[in-house]
């Protein structure tokens, strides 16, 4: 069995959904189908799920959402007529307008208004595959045992739902998935973060020891940077699930982070695909890959960091200054991503999205007065770079080339940190300096250079 999911792009229009479904029914071994919800037709378009988020929150605030949920209602509607299947829109209509009555608290009710997007995207690509014939059912996931923590917008699975979830293996005919949420043991509808429907087909994938997850997204490969920044780039043919891990959580969005674990603990090879080309191979993300000349695998950027400055003079002999340091960060309810250290200082670096105003003076005044720090700065607008890959481990200078490569595009390194595993290594810049300094280590590490160096 292969379990396949299909990403917004590839759920945008009438005429994607066509092609999705030439793929599904092209081989009996995809019987386990995942969708999100329709995302963008052009650049400047809205993914359903962003339209949702807006009507949910103009609900929360008091305000009319009317023209935005007609606005939703009517992108379903005219797939839905395209596809020749309008009847379903009575159904779909209905359970948008149902879970925009605001009757639970905030967190509840904006899971379970954007989840819609999915669910109802399933209903749709159900009613179309049964109209050209194909015997599919819709599965419902709180039944079918996706069990989520109670975490909203945030939540991971819970262990119990791959034992429940392995009951699809016999599933007669097509299941349509829905994608981005489950259900929390207490019965509320919770979502995964954004990207999740690809964390949803690798559970499903894992649960149901499928041959192969199949993801199919709108580019051919994943490449070695990201080509909406670098234009025709190398592209990765086989990726490690470490080395995707890496990549992915510095900014290669083609997959969701947090869709690794689940496949990698299975063992189930991931291949990405393009639904625009289907027969191009993709990238196969495994367990071990075959090295080639390259130590280097892929370079990513994300720019949404801030760094946490504390100095001390004496800090290196305060016996339980660095666990202090992280017991505040624990207290304030934040998640750290890295922590150099020097002798006097410690940096802590953040997503930037957790760091409010108000979390930011809560931080700064909770170190203060705790650890008597001589400065405390705090630095937006951070952007890290990883440079990753598993060869980078047996390779000798591979720091030296990079800092090298900034060095030459004159990008001043703010932070500099290589994990034990050597399997990544990340460089913080100013966001001014952020796609200068991912070209320059694009270069350093892929282009072929001519004459001599
Ligand atoms: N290294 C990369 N390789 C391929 N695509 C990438 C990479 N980094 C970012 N992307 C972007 O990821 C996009 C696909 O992800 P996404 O838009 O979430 O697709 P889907 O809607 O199918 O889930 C691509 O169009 C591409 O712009
Ligand atoms: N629709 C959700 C979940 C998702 O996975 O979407 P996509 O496959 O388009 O990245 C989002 O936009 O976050």
């Not at 009517?74 to 159904?91: C, F, H, K, T, W």
């Not at 349509?176 to 949803?200: A, C, E, H, N, Q």
């Not at 105003?357 to 630095?379: F, G, P, Q, W, Y």
Request: proline share 3%; glycine share 6%; with cysteine.
């Amino acid at each position: 069995m292969k379990v396949c999911k299909f990403g917004g792009t590839s759920l945008a229009d009438a005429n994607q959904i066509r092609k999705v479904c030439n793929i599904i029914v092209s081989d009996s071994e995809r019987r386990l189908v995942v969708v999100s919800a329709p995302g963008k037709r052009f650049d400047s378009d809205i993914k359903v799920t962003d339209m949702l988020i807006k009507c949910a929150k103009l609900a929360i605030a008091e305000n009319n959402y009317n023209s935005n949920l007609d606005e939703v209602i009517s992108r379903y509607a005219q797939i839905a007529d395209d596809l020749g299947v309008p009847d379903i829109m009575n159904e779909i209509s209905a359970d948008f307008t149902k879970r925009l009555i605001k009757d639970t608290d905030n967190v509840k009710f904006m899971d379970r208004v954007i989840s819609a997007g999915e669910d109802n995207c399933a209903k749709l690509v159900t009613a179309y595959l049964k109209s050209i014939g194909y015997d599919s059912n819709y599965i419902h996931p709180g039944q079918a045992g996706m069990l989520l923590s109670a975490d909203f917008s945030n939540t991971v699975v819970l262990d119990q739902s791959y034992e429940k979830l392995a009951k699809l293996k016999n599933i007669k005919g097509i299941g349509v998935f829905p994608g981005f949420f489950g259900y929390s043991l207490k019965g509320d509808i919770v979502t995964f973060p954004r990207g999740g429907s690809d964390i949803t087909g690798a559970i499903l994938a894992a649960s149901v020891k499928a041959e192969v997850y199949e993801n199919f997204t709108d580019v051919d490969y994943v490449y070695s940077v990201n080509p909406k920044i670098i234009k025709n780039p190398k592209p990765i043919t086989e990726i490690t699930y470490r080395e995707m891990r890496e990549l992915s959580y510095a900014g290669f969005n083609v997959y969701q982070e947090d869709a690794l674990l689940p496949v990698y603990k299975a063992g189930v090879p991931v291949n990405i695909k393009n639904v625009n080309n289907p027969t191009c191979p993709g990238t196969m993300i495994v367990k071990n890959r075959v090295h080639t000349n390259s130590p280097v695998i892929g370079v990513a950027s994300d720019d949404k960091f801030c760094c946490i400055a504390i100095n001390k003079y004496l800090m290196n002999r305060e016996v339980g200054f660095g666990r202090r340091v992280l017991g505040i960060i624990e207290d304030e309810g934040l998640n750290f991503e890295h922590m150099p250290t020097g002798i006097d200082d410690i940096s802590v670096i953040l997503r930037e999205s957790q760091l409010s105003d108000d979390a930011k003076d809560r931080l700064i005044e909770h170190i203060t007065t705790e650890l008597r720090a001589d400065s405390i700065n705090v630095e937006k607008n951070l952007c890290l770079i990883m440079v990753v890959g598993e060869g980078m481990s047996h390779n000798v200078g591979i720091a030296a080339r990079a800092t090298k490569a900034l060095a030459s595009v004159k990008v001043n390194i703010q932070m500099f940190t290589q994990g034990s595993s050597e399997v990544s290594m990340v460089f913080a810049t100013s966001k001014a300096d952020c796609e200068k300094a991912l070209k320059a280590l694009y270069e350093e590490f892929f282009e072929v250079r001519l004459g001599n160096d």
